[in-house]
């Protein structure tokens, strides 16, 4: 299926987010006014040490969770000032996750994983193409314990492109596995991203990982630092760490 | 099939051993309510179809003798559809071969048209036939017991005379749906009979040609039947009338209706214990299941499933868990239901049972059930489905644990560590403690309801026949005797001691309230028939007023110091007011009772007696019982052994049937508790005992820890379940009480231990199968995934 992109088409815009916890005596501010935009079809990788902030970001922009200020609009659709069922809406027709720790249904196999997603969908691919797509044709009827870590991971990735989400967010999806998996998964992103042209934000806190993607977006402590595009991204298989 | 039901499925599997438990449960729950209101409803449709088709009259009344032109003025009150003029005595039968004395009531049939009302039902042979005027039917529970068959002759003695009298028929009445002889309080098929004969053979027998001395009337619907009573007995007094009285005074329709109120008390309480129990289970494991399945609910979130569905994929689970309890509640509730039923059916001689299962009652109950189930998990599933997905999916902070108050008491250092883990734990999450304390608290309660009753029963013999009816024989006269027979009595060889008896048929009225029943004579320092108080301490008798058994005096709404009027049904038939006296404990039938020679001086009758109580050489009670039989003014002679055993035996055959039932149900349900709690334990904590058996514990220790926790929550609910059990016996005897008998809350000691015993084998059995999981714990997953 051919895709047009528009580079210059925001996908998400964020403006002044913050997100604030009160734990009793103490309060963490865990973002402290976060500026940015994601643009159609580019891999933005948030690097960043751990406790910095990335993963409440993620959440905010998935509808997973609120901030204490700030908006973010998906392209011109402001959904900070959503409710809880036109989030699950959204969530439903145009984001795609992964989690560092996978998060399949233990009692599914991995085609039924998949399937639980693309049954929901509007125009899903079929859950063995999704399947196909990140090197597991042969593994349909295995369930997550009858799987390795990476297999896992992409099994969770296929489920997150298989309703062919406009954005892809990846919490950590290397973080539970060693390099040479990681590559594999990580390969199985950056092929999902070239063939759907799925936008996709990827957090780590792996700076070797920054390679592949068109901008990185350098956090800490809840605020962005930089942000730096690279002018030839690496193809996954040639990154090591 | 949706990848969300077939996670549903798989996730069933994986609980399958909690679900079944669960199920179990709720069809224990369903299937006492199924059985009870199938029994119910069956007798119930089949007394009444019985009624409808047989003519059950709506007005009775006896009386002395009236001219049968009588009777069409009878016909003449407005409301009035018939008429039945009948003769009726009391009789006694001589059966070839049986020693045992046999009372009939003997009552006239038309044989040349079928009567208005109260046809006979005939099982077997025919009906009386025009010109054999020496044929009679019986009824069928007689015939049954001694094998009588149509054609085979039977002795009956009827105003001092025998005859010999050909069975043409087996039969039944409506009027005799509960069969007990005058005086007795339950059933004995084998010493008592009805008799049908032609009105001219016993009218004649009588001396009662072209008179009648009993009637039934048939009503027209929206008639005033308390109109037409008044007017029954204006009617009949001139002819000694006795009082007309409806359904609700006669004895068969009365003793079969409280019979049905009892097992309606059944059909509601027990499931809803039951049902209470279950509900909690559900609840339990839902909230576990949602506990363990955060993640997945936060993944189904963020793929974007709405509240709606996640909630409704839960609500799911346990409706599946709860539609199986039901449907197999349903299943065997019906077919004990039958049994019951046809049970019930030996004990009152209904001729055929109509099974009746109601759709619309299924549905209740089953409809109920679910209700009860889903409001059970409701918390769980609303928590589930509204759990904030970022939320979710953000670890479990480490719960946080403190020192208990024992180690704050400087007990501390009494703790093993793994005893510490155990207190800790507990104190951690007083609610889910306290909750699961209370689950297997109920479960042990409902267990002593079931086995009560043998301890209560032998409590009521105990009570009635060694403190209150102490007597080995009881004599009742034909007719009231002089004070002469007492010492004819006591010079019978054997005779130890005698005791006058005299009781009159009376009703007793308090405002709007009245109940018939008999006023009985009794003699101050009586050895043999006494009267006992509320710490059945013999009583004696005050020297004026009337004494009533606590349960008439509920029902009538006295205490001692109000009056009542007491109205004589026989004799000089007046009517006085009289006070209460005091109230007596009894707790087989129900009197009134006044001292003796107050009662005669009440009568006006002279000092006579219609009976006596005696106390016999044990050597010698053959004999006297022979020599007592053979006498021609004797009408009944009753053993006390015979009528304790009739007891036993009549009670045997109805709540312990249903006592067994629960005991089972119940056993099941503190099971299923137990294990519940075993299992969510051990879920809840494998990742904990994995993490420490990586470090070294060994499978005994981690056992110990988790079956510790167990342990204490066992042993801290058997107490209370013996208390709760105490307090469920109470309320349902309340519930169970009738005129027939009233069963004391006695729950002796090995009540206590049958409940403790099953509570504790639950609790083994369900350790055992926790150990065995316990050994399959997959320490490598545990350490794979996220804390
Ligand atoms: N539920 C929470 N309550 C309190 N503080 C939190 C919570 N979630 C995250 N934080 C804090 O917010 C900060 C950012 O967390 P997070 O976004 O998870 O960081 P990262 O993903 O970059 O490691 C951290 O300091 C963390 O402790
Ligand atoms: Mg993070």
């Known amino acids: 299926m051919p895709v047009t992109l528009h580079p210059s088409v925001a996908v998400f815009r964020i403006a002044g987010l913050t997100k604030r916890y009160d734990m009793g005596e103490v309060v963490v501010y865990a973002l402290r006014g976060i500026d940015l935009e994601v643009f159609e079809g580019e891999i933005v990788v948030l690097l960043g040490p751990s406790g910095s902030g990335k993963s409440t970001l993620l959440n905010i922009v998935g509808g997973l969770d609120t901030p204490t200020s700030g908006a973010v609009w998906y392209r011109d659709w402001e959904l900070t000032r959503a409710g809880d069922s036109e989030l699950t809406e959204y969530r439903r027709r145009h984001v795609g996750f992964v989690f560092q720790f996978y998060n399949l249904i233990p009692s599914l196999t991995a085609r039924e994983n998949v399937a639980i997603v693309t049954e929901i969908a509007d125009a899903p691919m079929a859950a063995e193409d999704a399947l196909e797509l990140v090197g597991l044709k042969d593994r349909l009827d295995h369930f997550p314990s009858q799987l390795s870590g990476g297999q896992q991971q992409r099994v969770a990735i296929a489920r997150a492109v298989a309703k062919r989400p406009a954005v892809l967010l990846c919490d950590e999806p290397t973080g539970a596995l060693d390099s040479a998996t990681g590559i594999v998964v990580l390969e199985a992103l950056a092929k999902v991203n070239r063939e759907l042209g799925t936008a996709t934000i990827i957090i780590t806190h792996n700076a070797d990982i920054a390679a592949m993607a068109d901008r990185v977006v350098l956090l800490s402590d809840g605020i962005i630092h930089e942000i730096r595009r690279n002018e030839t991204k690496k193809a996954a298989r040639d990154l090591h760490w | ?787």
């Open chain 2, 1 to 787: 099939m949706t990848a969300l039901d077939k996670k549903l499925l798989r996730d069933l599997w994986d609980i399958r051993s909690q679900a079944l438990a669960i199920a179990l449960v709720i069809a224990s729950g369903v299937a006492t309510s199924v059985m009870s209101l199938t029994a119910l409803d069956s007798l119930r449709v089949s007394r009444d179809t019985y009624y409808r088709e047989n003519r059950f009259p709506d007005v009775f009344a006896s009386l002395q003798r009236a001219p049968s032109s009588v009777a069409r003025r009878l016909a003449e009150i407005p409301g009035v559809d018939h008429v039945e003029a009948r003769v009726v005595s009391p009789a006694k039968i001589e059966l070839s071969g049986y020693e045992e004395p046999i009372i009939a009531a003997l009552v006239s049939v038309p044989v040349d048209r079928l009567p208005g009302v109260d046809r006979l039902f005939i099982r077997r042979g025919r009906p009386v036939d025009v010109g054999r005027l020496d044929q009679i039917v019986v009824s069928d529970a007689f015939a049954g017991i001694h094998g009588l068959s149509p054609g085979d002759r039977l002795g009956i003695i009827v105003n001092g005379r025998r005859r010999m009298l050909t069975i043409s028929g087996v039969g039944a009445s409506p009027e005799h749906i509960y069969q007990i002889a005058p005086g007795s309080v339950f059933p004995d098929f084998e010493a008592f009979a009805i008799v049908w004969m032609a009105r001219e053979t016993l009218a004649a027998a009588l001396d009662l040609e072209g008179s009648f001395n009993d009637v039934a009337l048939a009503v027209r619907p929206g008639a005033s039947v308390a109109e037409i009573l008044a007017q029954v007995d204006e009617i009949l007094a001139p002819y000694g009338g006795l009082g007309a009285y409806d359904r609700g005074n006669q004895l068969s329709h009365r003793y079969l209706s409280e019979e049905l109120r009892q097992l309606r008390q059944m059909a509601t309480m027990f499931p809803a214990i039951f049902l209470a129990v279950a509900t909690f289970l559900l609840n339990v494991v839902a909230n576990r299941l949602v506990g363990t399945q955060k993640e997945q609910i936060a993944v189904l979130k963020a793929f974007g499933y709405s509240t709606g569905a996640i909630g409704w994929h839960y609500l799911k689970i346990v409706l599946a868990i709860a539609v199986l309890g039901i449907l197999a509640g349903t299943a065997l509730g019906a077919q004990l239901g039958k049994e019951l039923g046809e049970l019930y059916m030996r004990f009152y001689k209904l001729p055929y049972l109509v099974l009746v299962i109601s759709g619309p009652m299924v549905l209740t109950a089953g409809g109920l059930s679910a209700l009860a189930v889903a409001l059970g998990t409701a918390m769980a599933v609303r928590r589930a489905a509204l759990m904030a997905p970022a939320e979710a999916m953000r670890p479990e902070p480490p719960a946080r644990y403190r020192t208990t108050v024992l180690e704050r008491l400087g007990f501390g250092a009494w703790l093993s560590p793994a005893s510490r883990m155990i207190a800790r734990d507990l104190e951690r999450r007083p609610a889910k403690t306290a909750l699961s304390i209370v689950g297997v608290a109920l479960a042990g309660g409902i267990l002593m309801m079931g086995t009560i009753f043998d301890d209560s029963f032998a409590a009521l013999v105990e009570i009635e026949f060694r403190l209150a009816q102490r007597d080995d024989i009881a004599v009742t006269f034909v007719e009231p005797r002089g004070i002469e027979v007492l010492s004819e009595l006591r010079h019978l060889p054997g005779v130890l001691r005698v005791e006058p008896l005299r009781a009159v048929p009376v009703r007793l009225r308090a405002g709007h309230r009245s109940y018939r029943t008999q006023l009985e004579g009794v003699n101050p320092a009586a050895e043999l028939r006494r009267l006992l108080d509320h710490r059945h301490r013999p009583l004696d008798p005050p020297a004026t007023g009337v004494m009533l058994d606590d349960f008439l005096g509920g029902y009538l709404g006295v205490r001692p110091g109000d009056t009542i009027t007491v109205e004589e049904l026989t004799g000089r038939r007046r009517t006085r007011t009289v006070a209460v006296a005091a109230l007596v404990r009894r707790y087989l039938g129900v009197g009134a009772y006044m001292e003796i020679s107050a009662l005669n001086r009440h009568l006006g009758e002279g000092i006579v007696f219609s009976g006596a109580a005696l106390a016999v050489d044990a050597r010698e009670k053959d004999a006297v019982y022979a020599a007592l039989r053979s006498r021609p003014g004797v009408a009944g002679v009753v053993v006390r052994d015979a009528a304790v055993a009739r007891v036993r035996e009549t009670m045997g055959n109805n709540m312990i049937v249903f006592a067994i039932f629960a005991s089972l149900f119940a056993a099941t349900i503190a099971f299923g508790v137990v294990y519940n709690y075993a299992r969510i334990s051990l879920a809840e904590r494998s990742r904990e005992l994995a993490s420490l058996r990586v470090l070294g514990f060994t499978r005994r220790e981690i056992s110990a820890i988790l079956l510790g926790e167990l342990g204490v929550v066992v042993l801290a609910a058997i107490p209370l379940a013996l208390v709760i059990g105490r307090a469920l016996c109470a309320v349902m005897m309340v519930g169970l009480q009738t005129d027939i008998v009233r069963i004391p809350v006695v729950v002796d000691r090995d009540s206590y231990a049958y409940a403790t015993a099953i509570i504790l084998a639950s609790t083994a059995l369900s350790a055992l199968v926790a150990r065995r999981r316990l050994h399959e714990l997959d320490l490598i997953g545990v350490l794979k995934t996220r804390e």
